[in-house]
């Protein structure tokens, strides 16, 4: 048996997001609300700093902030899923927990793109040890028309059914969603396609981790395409997240819907996954990282984490994500709260590792606006302005491929609420109407306020919890 990984330093360990104890991880996985906790798990390789055989990874937590892991919940091996424990969904039934997920499969040549994907099922009554269920798969192999991309389900109870949509790609190379239905997540029937690429350039060869939810009157399919081509300073990303807002009709599986839409304009954002609470709030997480993004924690004998958990609301026809209001929990101290006029530059930060910034900007002197990160060494290790002519909010962050940009209509007032740990900084502005997320390493990440002209700027700082989440 191979054992798994160890830590070895912890310079880049992060204080209030969700992590393994060690090795790689990626997309979370059945976000859920079950017997008091909150569920997440997430696809992990406990024996290696890099990607390999998928793992389930978990964790819980009572109030979506403070999180304890679990032992792993599902490993790879058996006939169903031999290659890999891929990405999926959990649902709560007749008070267990059933975890959706698909099965990798190599065919043995020593191609990676050689293999083929099933659905699978596995049950739980406590939460935290689980059993597949003996007869699967439940979904052997995708539909006629479609390739070995066969992946990542997400399943609801809704008009009498669940339903399950997978992510695709059918044999003309486009991306696609399909939809099953089932009376009791076992028998499932092929309906057809819920939506598809209009190409592979303009919406993608390939549409990873789906999910679809209602918010008011709207439908929403939130998706992870693969292979958007660049367009006028969006979809810069290698592989992109975003969302279609539309109307769907479950009689003939008709889904009309818009354009494709960025959810997050940052570095490292991918493959969400949303869950409704108890109250009512729709709440998704994604993967704070991007593949092929360097990662130098891996040399540490981990890699990567999951984002924040953030409220979807859908405002001035944008879905926007809101940093959820349980985080306030993590103020261990109110650090300042002052008014300055900016001109140029205004430290604001120096040396804490967790802090939430809360930046009101009145610039009504001044055309270009932000915040800027530092080192020990004053150097600038990120960058965000706010362009009022330009109509754009533009991110540098230092290395290769720097440059991030959002639409933002023009505008005297700025509002920037920050999170920062130990690697990271998740940006959300103007109250979620445009989010930035990134990984940045440092010895140090500073905070500044510049801005061009004259502009009055409101901050509060508030140093945070460092260890909420328990291993």
């Not at 389900?153 to 790609?169: A, C, E, F, R, T």
């Not at 994500?321 to 002052?338: D, G, H, Y």
């Not at 290790?381 to 109509?391: A, E, H, Q, R, T």
Request: a negative charge; one cysteine or more.
């Amino acid at each position: 048996m191979t054992e798994k990984i160890k830590l070895n330093n912890t310079r880049y360990r992060l204080g209030y997001h969700i992590m393994a104890p060690s090795g790689w991880i990626n997309d979370p996985n059945g976000f859920c609300y079950f017997q008091r906790y909150y569920h997440i798990f997430y696809q992990h390789y406990p024996n290696d700093s890099k990607w390999g055989p998928m793992h389930w990874g978990h964790a819980r937590s009572k109030d979506l902030v403070h999180w304890e892991t679990l032992p792993i919940a599902l490993t790879p091996g058996d006939k169903e899923d031999e290659d890999g424990c891929f990405s999926g969904s959990a649902v709560v039934y007749d008070n267990k927990m059933y975890l959706i997920y698909t099965g990798h499969h190599y065919y043995g040549d020593g191609d990676p793109d050689n293999f083929w994907q099933n659905q699978n099922l596995a049950i739980s009554e406590d939460g935290i040890n689980f059993k597949k269920y003996e007869n699967n798969p439940i979904i052997a192999h995708g539909p006629k028309d479609n390739t070995q991309h066969f992946r990542d389900p997400k399943v609801w109870y809704d008009n009498g059914n669940w339903n399950m949509i997978l992510g695709s790609q059918n044999k003309e190379g486009v991306g696609r969603v399909l939809l099953y239905k089932s009376r009791n997540l076992i028998d499932w029937e092929y309906i057809g396609p819920i939506a598809q690429s209009k190409s592979s350039e303009t919406e993608g060869y390939m549409w990873e981790c789906p999910d679809f939810f209602r918010l008011g009157d709207k439908d929403f399919l939130l998706t992870s395409p693969q292979g958007v081509a660049e367009n006028n300073g969006r979809f810069k990303n290698l592989n992109e997240t975003g969302y279609f807002v539309g109307q769907y009709q479950y009689d003939g599986n008709k889904y009309k819907r818009g354009e494709f839409s960025e959810i997050d304009n940052g570095h490292d954002f991918y493959a969400t996954q949303t869950t409704l609470t108890p109250d009512g709030r729709r709440v998704v997480i994604g993967w704070m990282d991007m593949w092929e993004s360097p990662m130098p924690e891996s040399a540490d004998g981990w890699a990567g984490a999951l984002t924040l958990p953030r409220e979807l609301v859908y405002e001035d026809n944008i879905l926007q994500m809101r940093p959820i209001k349980e985080l306030e929990q993590l103020r261990t101290k109110e650090l300042l709260s002052e008014t300055y006029q900016v001109k140029e530059t205004k430290s604001v930060v120096k040396n804490i590792k967790q802090y939430e910034a809360e930046l009101k900007f009145d610039l009504k002197n001044s055309n270009e606006a932000g915040i800027n990160f530092t080192n020990t060494n004053s150097d600038v290790i990120l960058d965000m302005k706010y362009n009022k002519s330009l109509g754009k909010v533009i991110l540098n962050r230092t290395g290769n491929d720097s440059e991030r940009e959002a639409v933002l209509p023009e505008s005297d007032k700025l509002e920037i609420h920050l999170y920062v740990d130990t690697s990271s900084v998740e940006i959300f502005i103007n109250n979620g109407q445009r989010t930035f997320t990134e990984r940045v390493y440092s010895d140090s990440v500073d905070l500044n306020l510049i801005s061009s002209g004259i502009a009055e700027v409101s901050a509060t700082v508030y140093e945070l919890e460092g260890k909420a989440v328990k291993f």
